[in-house]
């Protein structure tokens, strides 16, 4: 990773919002409409929407805009950066952003299908997940494309420090994190799901 410090600079993060504006709007428009023609929600089904939802294990967890899987999000930007800096590293920043948001977007797809909701609920402790609602799958790319500008603007020792932090800190809370997230959805274990539920 680079890191890069003035934010008013003609490379710098205001000249990059700029020129990714518009196909970023078109890919959330696009994620957006392709949620509602799955069958999603456009908010939760309790008919409100808070900007911070706290209780991990309820049923209107996913549905807000905000909550302790937003971390995870921002992480999945920080990881993004990363890759694709690393894979990449003459590409320009606007396009290795604009194939993360995308990135984002098709994951926001894959995990509100069938098939992942229903790998959700038998294989992890989210019994009572069944997919995020629109709100919440348009924050989560937006806290995705904050962890790809800090990841772009800000010391590599920062950012793997904010991600080692956002980890422990939700592992430790509500025993999940984008770690646990990962190992459960692939390879349940049953000690790691009894230990979640006593949360």
């Not at 990363?82 to 995308?102: C, D, G, Q």
């Not at 025993?175 to 959805?185: E, G, K």
């Amino acid at each position: 990773m680079t890191s890069h410090f003035s934010w008013t600079r003609p490379d710098g993060t205001a000249a990059l919002m700029r020129s990714v504006a518009v196909p970023s709007i078109l890919i959330l428009i696009a994620l957006a409409s392709t949620l509602w023609l799955m069958g999603r929600l456009p908010i939760c089904n309790c008919g409100y929407v808070k900007l911070w939802h706290a209780v991990a294990s309820s049923s209107e967890n996913s549905q807000h805009i905000f909550d302790w899987y937003t971390p995870s999000h921002i992480i999945h930007g920080f990881l993004f950066y990363f890759f694709l800096h690393l894979l990449f590293p003459e590409m320009a920043i606007a396009t290795r952003f604009l194939i993360a948001l995308s990135l984002e977007a098709g994951w926001e797809l894959l995990e509100n299908s069938d098939f992942i909701i229903n790998r959700y609920r038998s294989g992890t402790i989210s019994l009572d997940y069944y997919g995020d609602s629109i709100v919440n799958s348009l924050s989560d790319a937006i806290a995705m494309i904050i962890g790809f500008v800090l990841a772009y603007r800000l010391p590599v020792a920062l950012i793997v420090f904010l991600a080692i932090a956002f980890e422990l800190f939700t592992g430790w809370l509500i025993r999940d994190n984008l770690t646990l997230n990962v190992i459960m959805l692939l390879f349940p274990i049953e000690w790691i799901m009894t230990w979640q539920a006593g949360a």
